[in-house]
């Protein structure tokens, strides 16, 4: 049978050396390094924890905002409404509503009262919890004793609470500009991270492996939250438009699962690439020997501080 003019015929041979090819791509795909990591985070069920922790952040951190406003003087309460407006990139109709929520602070403050000032921060640990049990699955580790982590749910707030006054100066780079703002907020990110899963991990695993992790939630933020920049404010400003007071609420717990999304997703990579052959040979010793080096020796270090010995 002669085939149109113009079209080549396929042979059978040639069809099976194709099905062949694409049968073994396809096992060395399923069973490729993606392939496990795929696997591995879908097992973790990130998006579960980001709305978790979006979801906490929302309940506790943002009460713990309103009544940490309330009891501030008026300069911090505008370097608070700042920083905010340097994370969401807020402005306009959405930023007076903010400004006016945080100077609202005879009624909170009369309401409130300090016992409820602890109550706030007490509850905000519902936060701290919900983050140590997404480390905790990060690492596989067990649930560590209560009696252990109950200062540490206390402390992680209140520093995140001082991480986020200094948003404005630091992404402003202390007025160097917007590269050094940039370089900044990576490194105290990722500084922030990386003490985070330190501290509500109870020291169960080692600053090294904790690095990459650290890293990838603080860059990954950080770029994110440069985006965000672009993008939330038109969104609150038409939802603000649209649907009242409460349209700015869901696109701000809407970027809050986008943001948590991210940093769970930098953590259990961080994870995987301290558990790799690579990190633990090539990275993890030279990084320890460069902490070496540039830390004193013991007998210079007693000598330097005498209360040591």
């Not at 396929?10 to 060395?28: E, K, Y």
């Not at 501030?72 to 509503?97: F, H, I, Y």
Request: glycine share 8%; hydrophobic share 50%.
């Amino acid at each position: 049978m002669v085939g149109k003019p113009g079209l080549r015929r396929t042979s059978p041979r040639r069809t099976a050396s194709l099905g062949h090819r694409a049968a073994r791509v396809a096992a060395v795909l399923r069973s490729g390094t993606a392939a496990r990591l795929l696997s591995r985070l879908s097992a973790l069920n990130l998006v579960e924890g980001a709305v978790r922790l979006a979801a906490q952040a929302f309940l506790t951190a943002l009460p713990l905002l309103m009544t940490f406003a309330a009891f501030a003087p008026g300069w911090l309460q505008d370097l608070l409404a700042d920083s905010l407006r340097a994370v969401l990139g807020v402005r306009g109709d959405t930023l007076e509503e903010m400004r006016q929520a945080f100077s609202a602070t005879g009624t909170t403050r009369d309401t409130t009262g300090a016992v409820g000032l602890v109550v706030t921060l007490v509850s905000a640990t519902a936060f701290s919890r919900a983050l140590q049990a997404v480390c905790e699955r990060c690492w596989h580790l067990p649930r560590a004793a209560v009696r252990a982590l109950v200062w540490r749910w206390l402390v992680w707030p209140v520093v995140w609470l001082v991480f986020l006054l200094f948003q404005a100066p630091l992404r402003g780079g202390f007025g160097a500009g917007s590269v050094s703002g940039l370089v900044l907020s990576v490194v105290s990110a990722t500084l922030l991270w990386w003490w985070s899963q330190h501290l509500l991990l109870g020291g169960r695993i080692g600053w090294l492996s904790l690095l990459p992790g650290a890293v990838l939630a603080g860059t990954g933020t950080v770029l994110l939250s440069r985006a965000a920049r672009l993008l939330v404010p038109t969104a609150m400003e038409r939802s603000l438009h649209e649907f009242g007071p409460l349209g700015p609420v869901f696109t701000f717990l809407s970027w809050l699962i986008v943001v948590f999304l991210t940093a769970v997703s930098g953590l259990a990579l961080g994870e995987y690439v301290a558990s790799t052959t690579w990190y633990r040979t090539v990275a993890a010793p030279r990084l320890a020997s460069a902490r070496r080096a540039h830390s004193p020796a013991p007998g210079e270090a007693a000598r330097r501080r005498p209360w040591a010995r």
